[in-house]
């Protein structure tokens, strides 16, 4: 793994040298490469969710793990929205004069060679390699074992593309050993990976946060909430509830727990209980709840699990400040929303709650790479430094000072 990890380590450096128009180039032939190879890539997949299958892996992660013509499309789709977007190296952030008479810039520069270990979805395969040589950055990706045959082929069609082009495959490359064992020697590799970014489940984010010897930035659970305060719109808040729990319910921006403030509670409450009983919702309440509809117990428990399937607890609260307590309590840092005409209310709970992306008579579904404009995301981010929420091409870039000076010496 060393040495593989050491050839990845020189291959980026290239990266350096090629034209932004050049790179574009190379990633519009990736997602036309998609597109020719998807009878392929949809035969690799068929094999992983046959073995999906027979391992009676859960609803919601086949959900994730499946891909169809659709899919495909869009994941190329993905790759060519990403060559349109500015090229995010090279930019002078800032600029000035010191008092010696040093010309200094802060100027936009690659991370180096960045490690992601993802599970399910093979289109992440396709988002983080095109963000990643986008900005200029190696990458190792590490996705998990039920998608193993979807991106391996993959990986091979985009590789493919790259020696096409008299480039190095090992500017974009999978992990060699997958095992656990090869995982945990993996990220303590930091002579040869810059950043770790680990996106799944908590059991996979800790071990990482707890291991790894180079930067990390967590891609955390998505404990999303939507909060219906009393002076909402109900009838959009309906729609925007379902939308935010229903659309997707396996995707980490889908609301896990509604709250909705006690003032209206026993006026509203059987109103979202039919509409979500109409999408085959399986509802959870808070006591306060269950006095006023049926529905299952939610205990603690409940409201701290990313059920990532048509599942949802209730909690009702008193008014924004408990709204604001629940979510302090139990939330990821990942997405929250508000649903309220008020905008006094509206801007507290903008203000107070902590989270990656915070909405205001919107649904969590939003919290995506391609909806920001960003094209893809490589994941979003619940940490705080230095890239927060959706993860593109200018989160897998840091900077340095470029100082120009003229005979200069420090006194």
């Given at each position: 793994?060393?040495?593989?990890?050491?050839?990845?380590?020189?291959?980026?450096?290239?990266?350096?040298?090629?034209?932004?128009?050049e790179?574009?180039?190379?990633?519009?032939?990736m997602?036309?490469?998609?597109?020719l190879?998807?009878?392929?890539i949809?035969n690799?997949?068929?094999?992983?969710?046959k073995?999906?299958d027979?391992?009676?892996l859960p609803l919601?992660?086949?959900?994730r793990?499946m891909?169809?013509?659709?899919?495909?499309?869009?994941?190329?789709?993905?790759?060519?929205?990403?060559?349109?977007?500015?090229?995010?190296?090279?930019?002078?952030?800032?600029?000035?004069?010191?008092?010696?008479?040093?010309?200094?810039?802060?100027?936009?520069?690659?991370?180096?060679?960045?490690?992601?270990?993802?599970?399910?979805?093979?289109?992440?395969?396709?988002?983080?390699?095109?963000?990643?040589?986008?900005?200029?950055?190696?990458?190792?990706?590490?996705?998990?074992?039920e998608a193993?045959?979807s991106?391996t082929?993959?990986?091979?069609?985009?590789?493919?593309?790259?020696?096409?082009?008299?480039?190095p495959?090992?500017?974009?490359?999978?992990?060699?050993?997958?095992?656990?064992e090869?995982?945990?020697?993996?990220?303590?590799?930091?002579q040869?990976?810059?950043?770790?970014?680990?996106?799944?489940g908590?059991?996979?984010?800790?071990?990482?946060?707890?291991?790894?010897?180079?930067?990390?930035?967590?891609?955390?659970?998505?404990q999303?909430?939507?909060?219906?305060?009393?002076?909402?719109?109900?009838?959009?808040?309906i729609?925007?509830?379902?939308?935010?729990?229903?659309?997707?319910?396996?995707?980490?921006?889908?609301?896990?727990?509604?709250?909705?403030?006690?003032?209206i509670?026993?006026?509203?409450?059987?109103?979202?209980?039919?509409?979500?009983?109409?999408?085959?919702?399986?509802?959870?309440?808070?006591?306060?709840?269950?006095e006023?509809?049926?529905?299952?117990e939610?205990?603690?428990?409940?409201f701290?699990?990313?059920?990532?399937?048509?599942?949802?607890?209730?909690?009702i609260?008193?008014?924004?400040?408990?709204?604001?307590h629940?979510?302090?309590?139990?939330?990821?840092?990942?997405?929250?929303?508000?649903i309220?005409?008020?905008?006094?209310?509206?801007?507290?709970?903008?203000?107070?709650?902590?989270?990656?992306?915070?909405?205001?008579?919107?649904s969590?579904?939003?919290?995506?790479?391609g909806?920001f404009?960003?094209?893809?995301?490589?994941?979003?981010?619940?940490s705080?430094?230095?890239?927060?929420?959706?993860?593109?091409?200018?989160?897998?870039?840091?900077?340095?000072y470029?100082?120009?000076?003229?005979?200069q010496i420090?006194?």
């Open positions: 793994m060393e040495h593989y990890l050491q050839q990845v380590k020189s291959s980026s450096r290239i990266l350096l040298s090629i034209s932004s128009q790179r574009n180039r190379i990633l519009r032939e997602a036309e490469a998609l597109r190879n998807a009878t392929d949809l690799a997949n068929t094999s992983d969710m073995r999906a027979e391992e009676n919601a992660l086949k959900e793990l891909l169809d013509k659709k899919r495909i499309e869009a994941m190329a789709i993905a790759v060519e929205e990403i060559a349109a977007l500015k090229d995010p190296v090279g930019r002078i952030i800032d600029g000035w004069v010191s008092e010696a008479g040093l010309k200094i810039e802060k100027v936009s520069v690659p991370i180096g060679v960045i490690g992601i270990i993802y599970e399910s979805r093979p289109n992440v395969t396709t988002d983080a390699a095109a963000l990643c040589f986008k900005s200029s950055n190696g990458c190792v990706l590490k996705g998990g074992k193993e045959s991106n082929v993959i990986m091979q069609v985009l590789q493919e593309v790259l020696a096409r082009n008299s480039l495959k090992e500017l974009i490359a999978l992990l060699p050993d997958s095992t656990r090869g995982v945990a020697k993996f990220i303590q590799m930091d040869y990976i810059d950043l770790i970014i680990p996106r799944g908590e059991t996979l984010i800790q071990f990482v946060s707890k291991n790894a010897t180079m930067p990390v930035i967590k891609h955390d659970k998505g999303c909430h939507l909060y219906v305060d009393k002076d909402a719109n109900i009838l959009e808040a729609t925007i509830a379902i939308n935010a729990k229903v659309q997707r319910p396996s995707a980490c921006n889908s609301i896990e727990t509604l709250l909705i403030d006690k003032e509670a026993k006026e509203v409450l059987p109103i979202f209980k039919n509409r979500f009983e109409e999408n085959q919702t399986i509802l959870k309440g808070c006591r306060l709840t269950r006023i509809v049926y529905v299952a939610a205990t603690e428990i409940d701290n699990t990313e059920y990532s399937d048509n599942i949802l607890s209730i909690c609260v008193d008014g924004v400040h408990g709204a604001i629940h979510i302090t309590k139990f939330g990821s840092g990942h997405s929250e929303s508000i309220t005409e008020n905008i006094t209310t509206a801007e507290i709970f903008m203000n107070e709650i902590d989270a990656s992306s915070v909405y205001v008579n919107a969590t579904r939003f919290t995506d790479g909806m404009g960003f094209g893809a995301e490589v994941g979003i981010s619940t705080k430094l230095h890239a927060r929420g959706p993860m593109g091409i200018e989160g897998l870039t840091t900077y340095k470029k100082v120009y000076g003229r005979g420090r006194q």
